[in-house]
Structures are given as structure tokens and as C-alpha cells.
């Protein structure tokens, strides 16, 4: 079974530049979540689906993050503009329904913007 | 709110001596526990997680973690560190009934021969 995937694993862009992140969760589970690592921080909730319904997105920083996840697969994460407050590692995680509580992490994308 | 603090964010040991990681979390509900280890130049890995049952839970590459209520801590032990041990650790919280996470700043473990 293929675990989450992520892409890009890495992506170097300017200030003000956009920036869209790809998460494939784990098949068959409903809820994938966002999580940010900024550097020399904690990992961070950003948000998170159930299917294609935001649950709970009481994390994202501000109104320059967009998320979605039409038809309940994968999810895009679009940064736009950039800032350089931005830089950081972005975790995808999904959970079945079964053991809900027991998220699964992609490998992250390392986004730095200069 | 829930937090979770990681008492030392850099542990060395030298190869096969012990190891313990230390997180102790606050939170006002009851919540399951979880270890996460990250590897050089990997992503997030599940070590190991307390849902119920035993407070003494078993993971991968020989980890184990202890969950004490009473002192509301979740440490993470090794009887004999390795060299492929060196990773980044993270302890987590989730509240039941929740869907976030609620990470420590992680512990950088280094294994020096």
C-alpha cells in the first residue's frame, strides 16, 4: 500500500511568487490534514478535510494560504504571494476512518522563499 | 489548550548505551499519545502510540515509551542506541474527540561511536 506522497519535495522561489503544494493521501482515507514546520519551530496544524469539507481550518496563518481538495482525494496547498515568513517544511497527513486518531505523514515539501 | 513540551532539544549518546527522550504534556481532557521520528532527509515516521490498555507501549527499531497520567508524561527509551538511530524525535498529543495534533519541538538524538 502506498503511503502519502507529497510533491514538490523541494521548491525555491522569490517573495511574491506562488507556490502549489500536491498532497496524495493513503487510498481510501477521508481525512487529510496540514501541518507546517517553520524553521527551529514546532510542527503545526494547518488544516484539515474530511473528504472534500474543510473541518477545521483554524490554523492557517492568513488569507494568502489556500487549500483545497476537490473530490475528496488529493489536496493542493497554494501560497499566494509568498512571503519570506513562509520558508518552512509543509507535512500532508491522512487517517482512515477506522483508526481516525492515528495520522500518517507524507515525506513534506521544503518550501523556501527568498 | 493543550501543549506539549520536549525537555531537550539535543541528546548525544555513544552507540549502544541507552537512551531516554523526555515529553510531558498538559491538557485539561483525556488524549492519545504518539512518537514520531524523522529521519536525515526523510519524512515523518509513527514510532509508537498510547491509545489505551497498557501504559507500556512497544514500537518499531526496539523503542518503547511509558505513558505516566499522573505525571502527565509520555517518555521515549531505548535500552541500546544504535548509529542508525540518529533522527529527529517528536512527541504528540491529540486530544480525544480532536483531529489536530499537538507536536513538541522535537530532540535532535545523535549517536556518536
Known amino acids: 500500500e502506498a503511503g502519502v506522497t507529497q510533491f514538490p519535495s523541494h521548491s525555491v522561489i522569490e517573495k511574491g511568487q506562488t507556490v502549489t503544494l500536491r498532497c496524495d493521501p493513503i487510498s481510501g482515507h477521508d481525512n487529510l490534514y496540514w501541518y507546517r514546520r517553520v524553521m527551529g519551530k514546532e510542527i503545526k496544524f494547518l488544516l484539515h478535510?474530511?473528504?472534500?469539507?474543510?473541518?477545521?481550518e483554524s490554523g492557517m496563518p492568513n488569507n494568502r494560504f489556500l487549500a483545497e481538495r476537490t473530490g475528496g482525494t488529493y489536496s493542493t496547498l497554494k501560497v499566494q504571494p509568498a512571503e519570506l515568513e513562509d520558508s518552512g517544511v509543509y507535512f500532508c497527513?491522512?487517517?482512515?476512518?477506522?483508526?481516525?486518531?492515528?495520522?500518517?505523514f507524507g515525506p513534506g515539501t521544503r518550501l523556501l522563499v527568498l | 489548550a493543550q501543549s506539549v513540551t520536549q525537555l531537550d532539544s539535543q541528546v548525544p549518546v555513544f552507540e549502544e548505551a541507552p537512551v531516554e527522550l523526555r515529553c510531558n504534556y498538559s491538557s485539561s481532557v483525556s488524549v492519545y499519545l504518539f512518537w514520531y521520528v524523522q529521519y536525515p532527509n526523510q519524512g515523518l515516521q509513527l514510532l509508537l502510540k498510547y491509545l489505551s490498555g497498557s501504559t507500556l507501549v512497544k514500537g518499531i527499531n526496539g523503542f518503547e515509551a511509558e505513558f505516566n497520567k499522573s505525571q502527565t508524561s509520555f517518555h521515549l527509551r531505548k535500552p541500546s542506541v544504535h548509529i542508525s538511530d540518529t533522527a529527529e524525535y517528536f512527541c504528540a498529543v491529540l486530544e480525544q474527540g480532536a483531529q489536530k495534533l499537538v507536536f513538541g519541538q522535537g530532540t535532535r538524538l545523535t549517536i556518536n561511536p
Open positions: 497527513a491522512s487517517s482512515g476512518d477506522y483508526r481516525v486518531e492515528t495520522q500518517y
Open positions: 478535510f474530511v473528504k472534500e469539507s474543510k473541518q477545521d
